[in-house]
């Protein structure tokens, strides 16, 4: 059986060990600084303007919040479970063919996403999805681009049943593990049970929600808030001021994860692969006849949260992405379209793409008139909403066991 090397031994448990600990420290620091602390708030004629929209609420954006360990009262968080739980996420065992990890999708080295438009799917495949980031997704309550679960461990069945992803079935990714005594002794020692898929799902959430998330104080933008008048130059907090103002960011950018996890069509333009590339159109087609449209033959583009819904007002509308770490997670949109900062503000300075025809894009955009150098300013800011270093790090080179040569106990 494969062991970790010291040295990784030792990376993984400095890291494990102070996740037990960063409940209450972060909640120490936030409160010694509550004093100090701003709150990034739209602009009062902006407000006007989105109530006349419809918008009631926009919330005011502040540091990131420590997430608790017992954010999923039902899966309350220990070092030993995200250490598994990030040995799961790194197990191709979890895949039909036994070649596909999360991590295919969601690398390390790709700020836990992947780096091309849209993914590659699982063996055979081509999805028709951009694969964003694993990153702070313990801080959402709507998963996958059109919202369609509402906890990390139901989003890890999702993703590891779905065709395109994982293609297993529980009981196949159940008897593998069964195989590995290791992985037994973990299971046991952590849920007192053998491996089965509800404790699998509760692992990798576990690895989600409290291994790949932001440490505030590793953000320029948090330090600031936090009251560090240096860790914003002055080039950023003329963008951060555009934000909040005329370029109208935050009217879906708001709250501390910089999305209200609502859904908008933006025109954001469909890709050619759905026309030109036959994996990637028989995967949109699919997609269609799976989620009940019974024209699916004619279906040639991702119809977003219409797929929950059959709502026609949902033609096209997505979930809004959160901006953290953003520098890190290119490229942009649900399907890839933009792989620079400056590619999205453009799109949103021109008020957005076409409708398409379908009648549904957001009336929140329209025509921004921003100066070169208020894009640049624009730029800068959202470049302080990333962490100095990638988070997650610590947990990205596991040493995975092997399976039995023996008789299991």
């Known amino acids: 059986m494969r062991t970790l090397f010291r040295g990784e031994r030792q990376k993984w448990w400095i890291g ?5 600990a960063v409940g209450i420290v972060s909640q120490m620091y936030v409160g010694v600084r509550a004093a ?14 989105a109530k006349a929209l419809g918008v009631e609420v926009i919330n005011p954006v502040r540091a990131l919040p420590p997430l608790p360990m017992d954010a999923q009262k039902d899966n309350v968080t220990t070092p030993e479970k995200v250490r598994l739980g990030a040995m799961l996420f790194f197990d191709t065992r979890l895949s039909g063919d036994a070649s596909t990890a999360c991590v295919k999708c969601h690398a390390p080295s790709m700020g836990w996403g992947e780096s091309g438009d849209m993914s590659v799917g699982y063996p055979g495949n081509q999805h028709f999805r951009n694969s964003h980031t694993a990153m702070n997704t313990g801080y959402m309550n709507k998963l996958f681009w059109e919202g369609r679960t509402l906890s990390l461990e139901a989003q890890a069945g999702a993703a590891a049943f779905g065709g395109s992803a994982g293609n297993v079935q529980r009981d196949m990714a159940q008897a593998r593990l069964m195989q590995v005594p290791e992985y037994r002794k973990m299971f046991k020692e952590i849920f007192g049970t053998e491996p089965h898929w509800e404790a699998i799902s509760r692992a990798i959430a576990a690895f989600q929600r409290h291994g790949l998330k932001t440490d505030p104080k590793n953000v320029p933008f948090d330090r600031y808030m936090m009251g560090d008048d240096k860790a914003l130059t002055g080039k950023q907090i003329q963008g951060m001021n555009l934000f909040a103002g005329k370029a109208r960011c935050i009217l879906c950018h708001n709250g501390p994860m910089f999305t209200d996890q609502d859904h908008y069509m933006t025109g954001v333009p469909r890709p050619e692969a759905y026309l030109n590339d036959a994996l990637r159109q028989i995967e949109v087609r699919f997609r269609c006849k799976s989620n009940g449209i019974t024209n699916y033959g004619e279906c040639d583009d991702d119809l977003g949260l219409f797929f929950n819904t059959h709502r026609t007002a949902d033609i096209k509308r997505f979930r809004t992405q959160t901006l953290r770490e953003i520098k890190y997670t290119a490229p942009y949109m649900h399907n890839g379209s933009f792989f620079t900062f400056e590619e999205v503000v453009d799109h949103y300075n021109k008020g957005g793409g076409d409708d398409q025809g379908y009648g549904t894009k957001t009336k929140l955009l329209k025509p921004l008139n921003l100066s070169d150098q208020e894009k640049a300013d624009l730029v800068a800011f959202l470049e302080s909403l990333s962490s100095d270093v990638l988070p997650g790090m610590e947990f990205s080179n596991p040493k995975l066991p092997g399976y039995s040569n023996g008789a299991l106990e």
Do not use: C, G, N, S
Request: charged fraction near 35%; proline fraction near 11%.
């Open 16 to 20: 494990l060990a102070a996740l037990a």
């Open 36 to 49: 100090e602390e701003r709150v990034l708030k739209p602009d009062p004629a902006l407000v006007e303007e």
